[in-house]
């Protein structure tokens, strides 16, 4: 099993670019990377996924280097509402597409 | 993507008895996964439920304290059965949604008293 490695807490004023790295050694062939950001009293919402180089959505960019044994979820100009417990998670057909959750990374930003 | 409606949000119980979590999904999934969540922590993988067939647990877990149902390709239960106050926890299910990405429901805040 692919296991990952985060910060475990990062703060950032509003409005600045917030870079999150994971580290996942031991990820697989077939493996995805994916980001998910919890909220207190939600489930895990899902952000971004991606396979290799970078994946830009509405909402971040993920950067993946060629060897994939890390990973960078970028958050452009955070706000307030971003503050929230980010995941990284690698799985896939080789994990049974089962997803082990790290310790995640809580970010809080400040006004 | 897949939505889950999860219920029931909360729940307080006594010790020693049995509370069962339902999840509903908008559309068909193959696999649907059951995690606990202790406050502050972060989510632990309690069992991948199949339609068709048994659940598999993870280290930890045994059908007899959390028995799981999946009687169809859009319906799960999970139960917390013979509860300790331990049980306390936050309770959520799971389901594939569109490629590798996972939808969660809002999760099922236990209080054992």
């Known amino acids: 099993l692919a296991k990952t490695t985060q910060p475990i807490s990062m703060d950032s004023y509003e409005g600045q670019e917030v870079n999150i790295t994971c580290s996942h050694n031991?990820?697989?062939?077939?493996?995805?990377i994916t980001w998910y950001q919890q909220f207190p009293s939600q489930g895990p919402r899902f952000i971004i996924q991606?396979?290799?180089t970078k994946v830009t959505n509405e909402v971040a960019s993920l950067f993946i280097p060629a060897d994939r044994k890390s990973s960078t979820l970028s958050l452009p100009r955070v706000s307030l509402s971003d503050t929230a417990v980010y995941y990284c998670?690698?799985?896939?057909?080789?994990?049974?597409?089962?997803?082990?959750f790290g310790t995640g990374t809580s970010l809080t930003v400040i006004p | 993507s897949a939505v889950i409606s999860q219920k029931p949000s909360r729940d307080i119980c006594q010790r020693g008895t049995s509370l069962t979590i339902q999840c509903q999904v908008d559309?068909?999934?193959?696999?649907m996964f059951w995690y606990r969540q202790q406050p502050g922590q972060s989510l632990t993988l309690i069992a991948t439920?199949?339609?068709?067939?048994?659940?598999?647990?993870e280290s930890g877990f045994v059908i007899d304290k959390f028995p799981i149902s999946r009687p169809n390709l859009t319906f799960s239960t999970l139960t917390v059965s013979n509860m300790s106050p331990e049980d306390s926890s936050i309770y959520l299910c799971?389901?594939?949604?569109?490629?590798?990405?996972?939808?969660f429901g809002s999760g099922t805040r236990l209080t054992v008293v």
């Open positions: 799971s389901a594939r949604g569109t490629a590798y990405g996972y939808t």
């Open positions: 439920a199949n339609q068709g067939s048994e659940a598999t647990y």
């Open positions: 559309s068909q999934v193959t696999m």
């Open positions: 031991n990820i697989a062939t077939n493996d995805y």
């Open positions: 991606g396979y290799k």
């Open positions: 998670l690698v799985g896939g057909p080789n994990t049974g597409n089962q997803f082990y």
